[in-house]
């Protein structure tokens, strides 16, 4: 069947166009996508009226495409910056009376649950025991286990654009900005990091979205055009030896170097403290870098109850 997927992320609107059946990986068959930044859009808390404006503007836009791309079936969902919105519910209402598509709020556990079930099924069984992470515009998924069903999936509000937001809204950080940011995110992941770190070092861990694919397009990835079947790695000392270069560099010299877009240049230096943190506090070398992540976990779990398979139970 082709199915429409809507995610309402922190940073970007993207409908996926997908052909999908079970027992086979979804085939993308059309993207379209809007830098939307709610993250940014955020004031005293809620979506601000232009925020608003361009969601219901995309969103609108998006049904069209998928109307034309023939997709019989629509899965809208947002993550972060909606999630986090005193007015999220008032946002999603107006979405869903001027378009007639209603957006499900996805809560932090189900996103990096559905992050860990696209990662499951891209490395395979012989991955043995995962951890996966995702670095958001608004949050970072953490998730662990040895099925398809995490043992354990938390999410924490350091996304990229939120961090960007709230710490380099005046400009370029200086040493003791950075300083004090580094100590916040740190703290923020070891406060929780006994819950994956209980269970002993992961066979595979793996990071997926785009702040982690530009981080490891930085230090020496393959580019995307080589195609998702060619390994991506993210070494920690290669990440660390970035980090200085990375935070002296103004907005035009960071959106040069590959994998950045102009957009996210602002959140690369918060992007990459994050990483750094992640790899530091649960002793990772490395990650392997995943082409799949949120957008198909929720596909595969929508096929899988198409079918009226339990996702928990795994193949026979």
Known sequence: MRLGVLDIGSNTGHLLVVDAHRGAAPLPAYSYKEPLRLAEHLEDGKVSKSGIKALTEFVAGALDVAEDKGAQDMLGFATSAVRDATNSDAVLDHVAEETG???AVLPGDDEARLTFLAVRRWFGWSAGRLAVF???GGSLEI??????EPDIAWSIPLGAARLAREHFGHGTPDEKQIRGLRKKIRADIAEDAGKL???GT???AAATSKTFRSLARICGAAPSGEGPLVDRVLALSELQEWIPQLVAMPADELADLPGVSPSRTHQIVPGALVAEAVMDIFDLA???VCPWAL???VILERLDQLSGR???????
């Open 286 to 288: 490395e990650l392997q």
């Open 143 to 148: 998730a662990g286990g040895a099925d398809e």
């Open 101 to 103: 598509v209603r957006i």
């Open 197 to 199: 770190l209980r269970a």
């Open 134 to 136: 995702d670095i958001g």
């Open 202 to 204: 992961p066979d595979v």
């Open 295 to 297: 957008r198909e976990g």
């Open 310 to 316: 339990d996702p928990t139970e795994g193949d026979l």
